[in-house]
């Protein structure tokens, strides 16, 4: 079940994150930046298991232009569904708001595609979105893709 994020669900979501992160494989996030973007979250839950299995956020960039970010899901989970619901309540959120394009800075490019997500070059997004890449320790070799979906024409 995927479901907006609650405030108990705070340190399941950084320990998904922190998991990912320490791997690389995404930026580090703070309780307290969880805590204040809480809102942009959304949570995936097994009851079954007991508790949060994996997050994402929308991050709003611009007045046409969101981020989808901080996509984690646990390692026993992946291949399962998650992620895609996880994404998919993102885009509907972002159509909810009326936003014209979502995109997603990532590595795995190909899971993106998927859901109907274009590559881009990174050059073409502004200039705002890269403000998280100076906390990146691998910004100098950055192997990130940009993709990108269209909500509207």
């Known amino acids: 079940m995927v479901r907006h994020a609650i405030m108990t669900d705070v340190p399941d979501i950084h320990r998904l994150i922190t998991y990912h992160a320490e791997y690389n494989r995404m930026l ?4 307290a930046d969880l805590y204040e973007h809480l809102r942009d979250f959304f949570v995936c839950v097994d009851d079954r298991a007991g508790g949060v299995v994996g997050c994402t956020a929308l991050e709003l960039v611009w007045r046409d232009l969101a981020e989808v970010k901080s996509l984690a899901v646990e390692d026993a989970r992946r291949g399962q569904g998650c992620g895609t619901k ?7 959120e972002a159509g909810r708001l009326g936003l014209a394009r979502v995109f ?6 190909r899971f993106f595609e998927k859901l109907g997500f274009r ?5 073409t997004l502004p200039h705002k979105v890269w403000t998280d890449c100076i906390h990146c320790p691998l910004r100098a070799n950055c192997d990130e893709i940009a993709v990108v979906m269209d909500l509207q024409p």
């Open 86 to 92: 996880l994404v998919g309540a993102a885009l509907d």
């Open 104 to 109: 997603a800075l990532t590595r795995e490019q």
């Open 119 to 123: 590559p881009v070059p990174r050059d």
């Open 28 to 31: 580090f996030r703070s309780h």
